[in-house]
Structures are given as C-alpha cells and as structure tokens.
C-alpha cells in the first residue's frame, strides 16, 4: 500500500508561471515532510523539509505548504525557470527519528522557455 | 570529489550472477541505505544501516544482502540476479541529530540490468 502518493505522473509549466507539485500521505504518524530534485543519471537531492508543527516552509522560489487535516503537501516553485526541469520526489519519515523516509512515486516537471 | 560514491554506475548481468554494488561515502554519517527506483514506483527501501554493527531490512529486503565493511562502505549483493531485479540502484547517508537524519544525502546511482 502506497503511504506516500503523487498523483501526477507529469507537469508541464512555461518559464516565469508557478509550478504546482502534489503530495498524499495516509499515515498520520508522518511527522516530517522533504522534498527532493532527481536530474538525469544523477541521484535525488534534497530541496525543501516542513515539519509537522508548520503549515508552511519557504526558501527562496520554493515554498512547500503542508495540510494536516487533508494529509496533503504541495510544493510551489514562483517562478518556475527551465533549470528547475527535473523529477520531484517528495518523502514522509515518521515519529521517532527512524531515519527512514517512505518516497512518493515522482512528478516530472517540465519548465518550457 | 563526491561525497557518496557508488560503483559500477553501470552493470549488465545474466539471471543466476552473483553482483556486488559498493557505495561509499566521505561525508562521515553513521547512517547508509540502499534503495532501489522503478519508474512509476518512487525510491523503495532495501536495507539500511545505523552503524557498522546495525543492519535492517526495509520495505523489499528479498534477494537482497548487505554488509557494511566499516563505517564509509556499504555494500549491496544479489545472490542470484532475476530479470525484475532490474532497476536504478541508490546509496544515501545521513547523520544522526535532532531531524538530521531525515535528511539524506544520494550517490549517482547504478543502474542494473539483468537479462
């Protein structure tokens, strides 16, 4: 069962506009939300966390927003640029500090100039 | 140089080869994993490790084995390679710490495939 879900396989968005990512989560025991940029043949980096007690994490041209009550994190990137063109994985760890972050499937964003 | 590094990047294989991917990291976390990506799946969680002497299963361990030679390496084996087991290979680290080790840091990856 799919704890983390990212509904859109793909998003495409013209330069300067607001890019729009989605994520659900099930486990209410999620209290610490990442999201992560993959570029091809190279590996996911890390771009933006919120923890739980926030409803929102802002740096720079990306802001991640995090509704509790929907189980639901978005992440809006103003403006968008071609260089921001990759797949974005967001990631949930639960309580204790396991150290281990259930990833949702992807959304490959494109940026067109 | 980079900080976690993984090695073959690339490896072609026959079902029933024993292979062996090594990672290693120069970032001095405790902290290593090993996940796999398929496309339309996200990353899955192989095996991690808290220190040299911890090694857990994750989500799809089956197939699978580990060592961990010391705290920088980290090793994933398929004792005998089957076709599904091909997928893009990652190492990650993290460190320990209030929240720290949430935040992981990826090798390049290596991409397998077993025909």
């Known amino acids: 069962d799919q704890q983390v879900k990212q509904n859109s396989p793909s998003l495409s968005v013209q330069e300067g506009r607001i890019s729009i990512l989605n994520c659900d989560y099930t486990n209410s025991m999620f209290d610490y939300f990442l999201w992560y940029k993959k570029y091809p043949a190279e590996g996911p980096t890390f771009l933006i966390s919120i923890s739980s007690i926030k409803d929102k994490n802002e740096d720079g041209r990306f802001t991640v927003f995090l509704n509790k009550s929907a189980k639901h994190l978005s992440l809006h990137i103003v403006p968008s640029q071609p260089g921001d063109s990759a797949v974005y994985f967001c990631a949930a760890s639960g309580t204790g500090n396991t150290g281990k972050l259930i990833f949702g499937q992807g959304t490959t964003l494109q940026v067109k100039p | 140089d980079a900080d976690v590094t993984q090695t073959p990047r690339n490896r072609i294989t026959k079902t029933g080869k024993r292979i062996m991917l090594e990672c290693s990291q120069t970032?001095?976390?405790?902290?290593m994993y090993w996940y796999r990506q398929d496309p339309g799946l996200g990353l899955r969680l192989i095996y991690y490790s808290f220190d040299v002497k911890d090694i857990n299963k994750g989500e799809i361990s089956d197939g699978y084995s580990v060592s961990r030679q010391a705290q920088a390496k980290f090793s994933l084996s398929l004792e005998s390679a089957i076709p599904n087991q091909t997928a893009l290979y990652f190492c990650?680290?993290?460190?320990?710490?209030?929240?720290?080790?949430?935040?992981?840091?990826f090798g390049p990856g290596t991409r397998l495939t077993v025909l």
């Open positions: 970032k001095g976390h405790d902290r």
């Open positions: 990650a680290t993290s460190d320990k710490g209030q929240g720290a080790e949430d935040e992981q840091f």
